[in-house]
């Protein structure tokens, strides 16, 4: 029996990349009716579909059909729900399958700031390892999920040389928006803007406002800084993909965001649209209900797929001046059993100095449950002298 073709999850004739800003603004879900997958090919025709019938990119026919679709996009926005690693799995099948297609890659990603892309470039070029690619990016400081559910994409990228961009706007510009709004943004922050951002259209801030308000906060000022922080995270996310895209022209490039960031046609996709018209498609991970008001091409099945437990040290502390200092110790984790007290300095664990909070989540960042480390540390005595102590620790 023939292939039939990839059906995409989207109302007849609606092109992400080509549709205007108006038409952003003015969208309603589409009339929705009830059809299965058997009667209509893999997707139900969005037109007159109840919901979306999720794709499962554990059939390999499945992915090479989908991944035959999307290598005709200039851009592929691929959400996320940052913490589930079978999201980022799918991600990584859609990157292997454009690649393998000849489709000349580039990802962009929102959890690194786009201040850290020389660091990037130097860790796609081999010419850094992983370890000092986080240290250097700030990664921990800045993103905090676990790397471990990126690991695979990145690792995919610098085997293959596939350029990584660095979307998201810096910490130190979400924190003066948070505190200030948009409009007190000095020029050199502003010119890390589109030059015609406008105000946030009223249905972009009804979109956000349950979720502002799920966080108990409901002065009308605070709404406003938090809809332009939002706001912040888009357009400076498209500005770097446009700028990208711009500078290569022969590049296809696959957005990898949380699905708030490319699900809607507010988000990311419609300003990249207004910024740099092309063909572009979403695809997103989950169940239909999560993506309300949404628009994508393609929703994807979620699967059971979990990292193995983190070792834990049990431990409390304190970064002073590059130090880090004891301040508890669980009585029920495996630190207790060492002697360690508050006050000490930790130095090294597992061979790794440390010199702050990351450096801690560094040297665990691969040791589980069960195994051992070696655990130095810095005990004040009298007079300022101090004592080193070092012994081995069973992570819990």
Known sequence: MPKSPLVLVLAAGFSVGLISAAAFSSW?????????GAERGLLADPADRETSIAIDLADGDTLDRLSTDLATKRVVYVGETHDRYDHHLNQLAIIRGLHERGVDVAVGMEFFQEPFQAHLDQYV??????????????????????FRLYRAILEYAQ??????????APSELV????????????????????????????????????????????SDERFRRFVEVQMLWDEHMARVARDYLVENPGKVMVVLAGSGHVAYPDAIPGRLARMLPGDHAVVVTGPDAHFDGGRFDVRLAERDADL??????GIAFTNEQERVILTGINPEG???????????????????????????????????PGEQVWVEIERPGEGGTGSRIAGAVTLF
């Open 28 to 36: 309603a879900p589409p009339n929705r009716g009830t059809a299965s």
């Open 125 to 146: 070029a081999g010419e850094i390892p992983e370890k000092a690619l986080l240290k250097r990016t700030e990664y921990y400081e800045r993103w905090r999920y676990d």
């Open 159 to 168: 085997r293959h040389r596939i350029p990584l961009v660095a979307l998201n």
């Open 175 to 218: 924190a003066k928006v948070s505190q200030g709004g948009l409009g007190d943004l000095p020029p050199e922050d502003r010119a890390r803007l589109p030059a015609d951002l406008s105000d946030p259209e009223p249905a972009y801030q009804a979109r956000l406002r349950p979720i502002f308000e799920a966080h108990g906060k409901t």
């Open 308 to 313: 193995p437990p983190r070792g834990r040290l």
């Open 334 to 368: 495996p630190a207790a059993a060492t002697g360690l007290q508050p006050g000490d300095r930790v130095l090294s664990i597992a061979g790794e100095t440390i010199t702050g909070p990351n450096d801690i989540t560094l040297a665990l960042l691969d040791r589980g």
